[in-house]
C-alpha cells in the first residue's frame, strides 16, 4: 500500500481556494487498508495510530477524516492509478453490479441500502481490472468499460442481456457468457 500510493501522481491543483484538503496520500493509504483489513472507520482510528509509521502515514488521522477521504476526487485519483498499475489479467473475467456503503462507519439504529452503484469487471483471481462508480445503470455502465480490458472470456448475469453489449464484447475477441 505505501509504496505503490507514494509511486502515484498527486491530482493537478488549479486555483483551488478553501481549507486545505488532509495529504491524500495519506487519506488513500488509510482507505487501502480499511478495504483490504476490513476495518470499520472507528476502528481503523485506533488501528492506523499501530499502523501509520509502516504504512507511511504522518498525521493522526480521525474516524471522520478517514470516512471524508472516501468522497474526495483527490483520493479516487491516486486509487485509480494504484488500482492501473496492479492490474494483471488471466483472461478470464467476470462482471456485475453491486450497490456500495457511502461510508465504513457502524450505524447500528439505520442499517440502510448501499446508497452508490458500482459497475466492475473482475478477473478470476478477483482482481479488479475495471470499474465504474458513476451510479450509472449497470448494463450502460459495461459498455464503456469493456473497452478497458482485455482477455479471453467474460461472464455475465442476465442483468446484462443485451444484444448490443454481446456484440461490442465479441468485436473485443473476447468470448462472451451471459447466463439468463
Known amino acids: 500500500i505505501r509504496d505503490s500510493v507514494d509511486e502515484a501522481e498527486l491530482m493537478p491543483c488549479e486555483g483551488k481556494v478553501g481549507r486545505p484538503l488532509t495529504n491524500p496520500k495519506s487519506l488513500a493509504?488509510?482507505?487501502?487498508?480499511?478495504?483490504?483489513?476490513?476495518?470499520?472507520?472507528?476502528?481503523?482510528?485506533?488501528?492506523?495510530?499501530?499502523?501509520?509509521?509502516?504504512?507511511?502515514?504522518?498525521?493522526?488521522?480521525?474516524?471522520?477524516?478517514?470516512?471524508?477521504?472516501?468522497?474526495?476526487?483527490?483520493?479516487?485519483?491516486?486509487?485509480?492509478?494504484?488500482?492501473?498499475?496492479?492490474?494483471?489479467?488471466?483472461?478470464?473475467?467476470?462482471?456485475?453490479?453491486?450497490?456500495?456503503?457511502?461510508?465504513?462507519?457502524?450505524?447500528?439504529?439505520?442499517?440502510?441500502?448501499?446508497?452508490?452503484?458500482?459497475?466492475?469487471?473482475?478477473?478470476?483471481?478477483?482482481?479488479?481490472?475495471?470499474?465504474d462508480l458513476s451510479g450509472e445503470q449497470e448494463c450502460r455502465a459495461m459498455h464503456k468499460l469493456i473497452k478497458d480490458v482485455y482477455g479471453g472470456s467474460i461472464r455475465l448475469d442476465a442483468g446484462f442481456n443485451d444484444r448490443e453489449l454481446v456484440r461490442e464484447i465479441a468485436e473485443r475477441d473476447l468470448i462472451p457468457y451471459v447466463f439468463p
Open 29 to 131: 493509504k488509510s482507505v487501502l487498508a480499511c478495504e483490504a483489513l476490513s476495518f470499520t472507520e472507528r476502528s481503523a482510528q485506533g488501528w492506523l495510530t499501530i499502523l501509520s509509521p509502516f504504512l507511511g502515514i504522518r498525521e493522526k488521522l480521525d474516524d471522520r477524516t478517514i470516512g471524508d477521504g472516501y468522497d474526495k476526487p483527490e483520493v479516487a485519483y491516486l486509487l485509480k492509478q494504484v488500482f492501473e498499475k496492479a492490474k494483471n489479467s488471466d483472461g478470464r473475467l467476470c462482471g456485475d453490479g453491486t450497490g456500495l456503503e457511502t461510508s465504513r462507519k457502524q450505524n447500528y439504529e439505520h442499517n440502510k441500502r448501499a446508497g452508490e452503484y458500482m459497475t466492475s469487471i473482475v478477473d478470476s483471481r478477483e482482481l479488479v481490472q475495471a470499474f
